[in-house]
T-cell receptor
Framework: GQNIDQPTEMTATEGAIVQINCTYQTSGFNGLFWYQQHAGEAPTFLSYNVLDGLEEKGRFSSFLSRSKGYSYLLLKELQMKDSASYLCAVPSGTYKYIFGTGTRLKVLA | ETGVTQSPTHLIKTRGQQVTLRCSSQSGHNTVSWYQQALGQGPQFIFQYYREEENGRGNFPPRFSGLQFPNYSSELNVNALELDDSALYLC??????????FGSGTQLSVL
């Protein structure tokens, strides 16, 4: 079957580093996405990994290991505005995406 | 700004009623998908339209239907509303690349 697992909630302190993990099981693999979603708002694109390794984009980095079915999103120098849900998603077939339940990150002052 | 707009923002309906949600995509985004997101959950795929035809459907009953128009707008229709249909409904469009561009959603409450 197809499944995505990620932690439900995480808490971190402003200025710290946090790593949000995602494990997935899919039939076929066409990349993995991370989206950020503030409460009541649309998910916004953060990263897309197709190949193994780390991709860095400013304070955010995303890692993928296809052999392990594992990815993580790394957030550095946390800011209060980073408090949001972070969604891991994989394309399934040619027309739909499977999303995890999302990880709600709370950044404390 | 994703260039994808949805209306209305919020909607309250009663059980058994019908509802139509609307989405306007960016020019050139000929693929549109609809997702249902219950509170505390990730988005669940409802269906996708490509060039005005449905080309994929998730595990949703036939009372969920849609339309896509030539002007890059689309609709999600839900008949015979049930309490469990209360959720955030997200429209997402794509120009053919893997990335999805989401609208800010319609929050539907069924009483």
């Amino acid at each position: 079957g197809q499944n995505i697992d990620q932690p439900t909630e995480m808490t971190a302190t402003e200025g710290a580093i946090v790593q949000i993990n995602c494990t997935y099981q899919t039939s076929g693999f066409n990349g993995l996405f991370w989206y950020q979603q503030h409460a009541g708002e649309a998910p916004t694109f953060l990263s897309y990994n197709v190949l193994d390794g780390l991709e860095e984009k400013g304070r955010f980095s995303s890692f993928l290991s296809r052999s392990k079915g594992y990815s993580y999103l790394l957030l550095k120098e946390l800011q209060m505005k980073d408090s949001a849900s972070y969604l891991c998603a994989v394309p399934s077939g040619t027309y739909k995406y499977i999303f995890g339940t999302g990880t709600r990150l709370k950044v404390l002052a | 700004e994703t260039g994808v707009t949805q209306s209305p923002t919020h909607l309250i309906k009663t059980r058994g009623q019908q509802v139509t949600l609307r989405c306007s995509s960016q020019s050139g985004h000929n693929t549109v998908s609809w997702y249902q997101q219950a509170l505390g959950q990730g988005p669940q795929f409802i269906f996708q339209y490509y060039r005005e035809e449905e080309n994929g459907r998730g595990n949703f009953p036939p009372r969920f239907s849609g339309l896509q128009f030539p002007n890059y707008s689309s609709e999600l229709n839900v008949n015979a509303l049930e309490l469990d249909d209360s959720a955030l409904y997200l429209c997402a469009s794509s120009p053919g690349t893997p990335e999805l561009f989401f609208g800010s959603g319609t929050q539907l409450s069924v009483l």
